[in-house]
């Protein structure tokens, strides 16, 4: 459905001068006829109205905007006001008795063609400034909503590429996980794969929406925490510590699970005396997320992974201004602290 905003001003511009006209009928000291009222107000009513969209759709238009040519622009609506209130001029010489007798003082006179002229001058000039401010301010209204429309679009695009190369990020990682468990026999690698299609499931179906609830998130995270523990022989040594109320908070879904899935791939997660340490604190306004893992020195990737660039960019697209994101990195651990304004 088109924008209907400019024809709204249109219809309030002349429903305004089409009450300033009947003010002026009503409050005339000179008996007013429909015919009287049709002459006056009729003609250049109708001249007005063409002055004004000449102007707005042929003049601006075509020798403002498209063509750059300001002079002859000026050119052209001098020659606009001088032709049209020419005209104006005719017709009020040729409908003397009732265009130009006015009631002055209880006296019936005559206004002169040269009053008249200069006041037709003065009106069309009116109009045409008038269809320049609507004009230019409805094109500027008009390009501020499409720059937003392309700058929505533009990050709604980013966001779903974002999103892109995080699941496949994850599938490659989780996949190398149950293949480490079935090149070792592992019994635990039927386990792993119902593990991974829980999360899958997740991940293509929820994590679709705009919006998740919070609790939905942190469940997510325990159990992509519970298919890592399954990849080492005495499981993985994490300790997860979860306060406050988690109730109907809403959060963007995958925001916290790089930060998970960083400290397994690039700490050492099986130390019990060091383990992974996952901090949630919530309440109805703020989530305050923190991980610490241990480094593992030996564990040094050739291809670097996308997961905390890319949630720190989606942090700026969907948080802007309600999110801190501090990381340390030590020369034994690496912490990453996020604070979110739900």
Do not use: C
Request: aromatic share 12%; glycine share 4%; net charge neutral.
């Amino acid at each position: 459905m088109k924008n209907k905003g400019p024809l709204i001003v249109h219809l309030i511009f002349w429903s305004f001068i089409l009450f300033l006209l009947v003010l002026s009928v009503l409050f005339s000291k000179e008996p007013q006829t429909p015919y009287k009222i049709a002459v006056n107000f009729g003609y250049s009513g109708l001249i007005n109205i063409s002055i004004f969209y000449i102007n707005y759709t042929l003049l601006i238009p075509l020798l403002v905007k498209e063509q750059k040519k300001y002079g002859l622009y000026m050119g052209a609506i001098l020659l606009l006001i001088v032709v049209m209130s020419t005209i104006k001029t005719v017709l009020a010489s040729l409908n003397a008795d009732i265009i130009l007798l006015i009631n002055d003082h209880g006296t019936r006179e005559f206004v002169t063609l040269g009053k008249y002229a200069l006041a037709a001058v003065f009106t069309s000039g009116f109009f045409v400034v008038v269809s320049a401010l609507l004009k230019f301010g409805i094109d500027w209204f008009g390009n501020e909503r499409i720059q937003r429309d392309l700058e929505s679009e533009k990050k709604e695009m980013e966001l779903q590429f974002l999103k892109s190369q995080l699941n496949p990020h994850f599938l490659f990682n989780s996949l190398n996980n149950i293949y480490s468990l079935a090149y070792q026999k592992s019994d635990k690698t039927a386990d792993a794969i119902l593990k991974l299609s829980e999360i899958m499931r997740y991940m293509i179906y929820e994590s679709n929406d705009s919006w998740v609830s919070l609790s939905k998130e942190i469940e997510y995270l325990h159990s992509y925490i519970e298919l890592q523990k399954l990849r080492f022989r005495d499981g993985a040594s994490v300790q997860f510590q979860l306060n406050g109320e988690i109730d109907d908070q809403q959060i963007v879904p995958l925001i916290l699970i790089s930060f998970v899935e960083n400290a397994f791939k690039h700490g050492v997660a099986n130390d019990p005396k060091d383990p992974i340490r996952i901090n949630i604190i919530a309440n109805q306004k703020i989530l305050h997320f923190s991980i610490t893992n241990k480094k593992n020195q030996h564990n040094k990737d050739e291809v670097g992974g996308v997961g905390l660039n890319n949630v720190e960019r989606r942090l700026q697209l969907l948080y802007p201004d309600r999110y801190k994101l501090n990381i340390v990195n030590s020369a034994t651990h690496y912490t990453s602290e996020l604070m979110l304004d739900l």
